[in-house]
């Protein structure tokens, strides 16, 4: 979005302001990332081409959750002749909505690149409780294969993230004593996982843990960033001092690694 197709005239200014300090300290953000991408391949086709030759497949995962500007620039990547695009989606699957994101770019897909349609309705990871849950959210929800899983969908209602905490470690303590039906041997606590959907859930629970005694280990991303490292192991560290105009980038490293001065 360019700030001149802000219509509302304060809004227009703060985006104007912003956009202003992005670009005095030679900064992008993720909008920019989209959106400058797409203009340069449509502004000069050729270094859209050198890019298209480089891959041979392109496969776009989560696909229900596209927004405009992530379909556009697939679509430029991409020009009139490569076809060699898979998507994966499902649209009852679609959580941002709110953020832009609509399933319908699977269906433009599909028009667009005249693309197969493949329906997965084999269930091969979810107990029967789990899709028998699923189709009490959504009664034309089916799939034709079943994991020969019984399973567990239990909601548990808690006043505070501290009265929270002390229920997954009440479940925990109870699989640990009793075990599982659907699991075979002994349950251990290296066999026990907490899944949540962003970091910050977890803080209270840590608590809750360590006041309990149970060892524990997080994985908050695909690599381990668990602990601050000290500057001289921090990637941001080791690129360098950060020049005149990066602004943004000092005060980060500064935040980062102590009080700016």
């Not at 989560?62 to 994966?88: H, T, W």
């Not at 941002?96 to 770019?105: E, H, L």
């Amino acid at each position: 979005l360019l700030p001149s197709l802000v219509e509302d005239e304060d809004e227009r200014s703060l985006y104007e302001l912003y956009d202003a300090e992005l670009r005095a300290s030679s900064a992008l953000d993720y909008d920019d990332l989209l959106l400058l991408t797409y203009r340069l391949f449509e502004e000069r086709p050729k270094i859209a081409d050198f890019y298209r030759r480089q891959y041979k497949y392109i496969c776009v995962d989560e696909a229900q959750d596209l927004n405009e500007a992530q379909y556009r620039l697939l679509v430029s990547l991409c020009g009139s002749e490569f076809k060699n695009v898979m998507m994966v989606g499902d649209p009852k699957q679609a959580i941002y909505v709110w953020n832009g994101a609509d399933p319908k770019y699977l269906d433009l897909f599909a028009h667009d690149f005249n693309a197969k349609k493949v329906q997965l309705t084999e269930n091969f990871r979810c107990s029967s409780s789990v899709v028998e849950a699923a189709r009490r959210l959504d009664s034309t929800y089916f799939v034709e294969g079943q994991l020969p899983v019984t399973g567990v969908v239990e909601l548990i209602e808690c006043e505070d993230e501290h009265e929270e905490g002390r229920a997954v470690i009440c479940q925990i303590k109870k699989l640990l004593s009793t075990g599982h039906p659907d699991v075979e041997g002994d349950i251990t606590l290296g066999r026990c996982a907490i899944l949540g959907r962003n970091r910050f859930v977890f803080k209270t629970l840590e608590e809750e843990l360590k006041k309990e005694g149970l060892p524990f280990y997080k994985k908050v991303a695909s690599k381990d960033h668990e602990h601050r490292r000290p500057v001289h192991g921090d990637p941001q560290g080791t690129a360098g001092v950060p020049g005149a105009q990066d602004r943004l980038g000092g005060q980060g490293l500064c935040r980062g690694h102590g009080p700016a001065r």
